[in-house]
């Protein structure tokens, strides 16, 4: 399963809105998490199956979408929030594809 | 609180190995599937696989198969991942990561350890 995230890059400010979008190349039902990464550091779970989100996390983000289309949201961007984002669906048994990020700028 | 520790950084020749190793505390380390992923630089994130620790059950990405090997000891709490036949291209920053509890593999990765660099040189 191919997972194309887009944009490759988001510019935005703080205090703004910001959507990221994220497709599969087939139905994955809503087995799709997505995570925050920053330089030199590991991932860290943002939203998993879709909508729901991990404990810790901000109430800012949010995530929705099934089948092959899914968002995430950042409803009032903070400065700690610049970073990169990859999505990746745990459906498919053979691999568990990540989407290739979108670098969220200021 | 859930902890994964990995070993640290190496240096290798093409054509050698390298096995890194991925210590769990704060949970029972057999109940959850162990992911690995990788990371090359300036680059996204590459799944390569999992192993549920009871029981040694493994499931490798396609790329991977034949020349990646996963293992665990519960006795310790560690997982391994093992790289044969290295080349320039496996130079990367490996990360393990807890997966769901078995048999539901389906899941996102909730706990992350480190990340190990390898750099592979002549």
């Known amino acids: 399963i191919q997972m194309t995230q887009s944009p490759s890059t988001l510019s935005a400010s703080v205090g703004g809105r910001v959507t990221f979008t994220c497709r599969a190349s087939?139905?994955?039902?809503?087995?799709l998490a997505w995570f925050q990464q920053k330089p030199g550091k590991a991932p860290n779970l943002l939203i998993y199956k879709a909508s729901h989100l991990e404990t810790g996390v901000p109430s800012r983000f949010s995530g929705s979408g099934s089948g092959t289309e899914f968002t995430l949201t950042i409803s009032s961007l903070q400065p700690d929030d610049f970073a990169t984002y990859y999505c990746q669906q745990s459906f498919d048994y053979s691999g568990f594809t990540f989407g290739q990020g979108t670098k969220l700028e200021i | 609180q859930v902890q994964l520790v990995q070993s640290g950084p190496e240096v290798k020749k093409p054509g050698a190995s390298v096995k890194v190793s991925c210590k769990a505390s704060g949970y029972s380390f057999a109940e959850y599937y162990i992911h690995w992923v990788r990371q090359a630089p300036g680059a996204g994130l590459e799944w390569m696989g999992w192993i549920n620790p009871n029981g040694g059950s493994t499931n490798y990405a396609q790329s991977f198969q034949g020349r990646v090997t996963m293992t665990s000891d519960t006795s310790i709490s560690t997982a391994y991942m093992e790289v044969n036949s290295l080349t320039s291209d496996d130079t990367a920053v490996y990360f393990c990561?807890?997966?769901?509890?078995?048999?539901?593999?389906?899941?996102?990765?909730?706990?992350w350890g480190q990340g190990s660099l390898i750099t592979v040189s002549s």
């Open positions: 087939q139905n994955i039902g809503n087995w």
């Open positions: 990561a807890r997966g769901p509890r078995p048999p539901m593999y389906r899941g996102a990765s909730d706990s």
